[in-house]
């Protein structure tokens, strides 16, 4: 098999901890004692020495690790998938089958060297070993390659002709060679070298196990690292740091999954009816008709916003905010209660933030001039730690400055203003005369059809009542 070991000056394949893991199980699965049970199988008239089957993987899987048999499955698969364990029969489908199907786990130097193909222990494969195999297949079925190894011999071969004239040598030899072993060697090989080049190079759709995922830097950063070697042993020390690694891991907050889900399950269920891909637009969908009556209902500057954007507006204060109309309205509430003074302060913030560059020392002594400095014409109330931390970066200004400020008068607001601004007449006011719109067009996906709000639904009206079909198909 063309695997060698890499050229000097190469990079070994970075070290995986789940690949030590499954090594010790197949060491283990191998043992003559208490291993899986290996005898000879026959293929047609082949005979194949130290073969295990699939359902002795399973069985021995079940028995040692006292799983269930879903899991024990899913486990052999993961063998099969990393090409530890490679089936005789059919080696195109890397998959631990419950039959009879013979595997053969992959081949040792012998019991005190390290296995030649295991993962963790193979240099990444080369494009000339890969050019060979596929030279050698191709020759041996004379044109006979998948649509994929067809497209990798091409590639390869224009990639790589300087030396095609070696490749195509060296995959000669290999088969000359091959012909001198034993019928029961050769199929073991062949199946062996087909398993080793689907683990390295997948066919398309199909997900590759030698694929890392994103480094978890975050969690792993502040573990305490295990003292190796044979003569290294556990010190004070390292207990001591792995005593406060623990502690700071007791201290940190957790939510449990079922708070998560009651929350998830909330937030869905408030903001379902106002998606409008999952509940529709109503009059019309804008955007498979030329009615754009929904836009103009829904503009930023509309004179009477609709319901749906009034309800909106008790989601969270975030909401009401980002709404031009629903901040307007908030600020004529907040001038009867004469505190008007904290949504201008927090626009003038927000402006600050987003503004040009060269305008800022201008408009952070506007703002401190108007809102913060003694005496000034619409002066906020700010505490006296947030007040010195903001008259200190006044000396350097920059667009964050009053970011402290905003965020003691958002909160403010939040926690004072919005809950009276929910509960107050202006407010209700406006969810009464905000506008419904009716629906003048039938809904183009059928999911969309379901009523709105609190109106019943048609299968809950009888039939002689109605005297239409149930359901939302019946409209006209």
Not at 150 to 163: A, F, G, M, N, V
Not at 240 to 265: D, F, H, M
Not at 348 to 359: I, K, P, S, T, V
């Amino acid at each position: 098999m063309a695997a060698g070991p890499a050229p000097h000056g190469g990079h070994r394949r970075a070290q995986r901890p789940h690949l030590s893991k499954m090594e010790r199980m197949v060491v283990s699965m191998q043992d003559p004692d208490q291993g899986v049970k290996m005898r000879s199988q026959r293929l047609l008239v082949t005979v194949i020495p130290h073969a295990v089957t699939g359902n002795d993987v399973m069985e021995w899987l079940i028995q040692k690790y006292c799983i269930t048999e879903e899991e024990a499955l899913h486990l052999g698969t993961l063998l099969v998938r990393h090409g530890y364990l490679y089936p005789l029969r059919d080696p195109c489908h890397l998959e631990l089958r419950l039959d009879e199907t013979p595997y053969r786990f992959q081949v040792r130097l012998n019991w005190e060297q390290t296995p030649y193909f295991w993962m963790s222990t193979l240099w990444p494969a080369a494009e000339l070993d890969y050019a060979i195999y596929l030279a050698k297949k191709n020759i041996r079925k004379r044109g006979g390659l998948v649509d994929h190894e067809k497209e990798h011999y091409d590639q390869l071969h224009r990639k790589i002709s300087h030396t095609w004239d070696l490749v195509v040598m060296q995959a000669r030899e290999q088969l000359r060679a091959a012909k001198q072993r034993r019928k029961g060697d050769r199929l073991v090989i062949a199946c062996q070298e087909q398993t080793y080049w689907l683990v390295n190079r997948p066919p398309p759709g199909v997900p590759s196990v030698l694929e890392q995922g994103p480094q978890r830097g975050s969690c792993t950063a502040g573990r305490v690292q295990m003292p190796t070697g044979p003569f290294q042993t556990k010190t004070m020390d390292f207990y001591r740091r792995e005593v406060e690694c623990l502690r700071k891991a007791l201290g940190r907050t957790r939510v449990k999954s079922s708070v998560c889900l009651e929350a998830y399950l909330k937030f869905s269920s408030q903001r379902g009816p106002h998606d409008p891909i999952m509940s529709g637009c109503l009059p019309s969908n804008p955007w498979v008709t030329d009615n754009d009556t929904y836009w103009a209902m829904n503009a930023p500057s509309a004179a009477v916003p609709t319901r749906l954007r009034v309800e909106q507006w008790a989601f969270s204060f975030r909401e009401l905010l980002e709404d031009p109309v629903g901040r307007a309205h908030f600020m004529d509430f907040l001038r009867k209660e004469f505190s008007a003074e904290n949504l201008s302060f927090w626009e003038a913030c927000e402006e600050l933030r987003h503004g040009g560059q060269a305008q800022v020392p201008a408009l952070v002594d506007a703002v401190y001039q108007q809102f913060l400095a003694p005496g000034a014409a619409r002066w906020v109330n700010i505490d006296s730690r947030t007040m010195e931390r903001t008259l200190v970066g006044l000396g350097r200004p920059h667009r964050h400055v009053l970011d402290d400020a905003q965020l003691h008068i958002y909160m403010l607001m939040k926690k004072d203003s919005y809950p009276r601004f929910l509960k107050s007449d202006l407010y209700k006011d406006l969810l009464a005369e905000a506008v419904v719109p009716p629906e003048t067009k039938r809904r183009v996906f059928p999911f969309m059809r379901k009523p709105r709000h609190s109106s019943p639904s048609p299968a809950l009206l009888p039939a002689s009542a109605s005297g239409e079909p149930l359901g939302g198909d019946g409209e006209a």
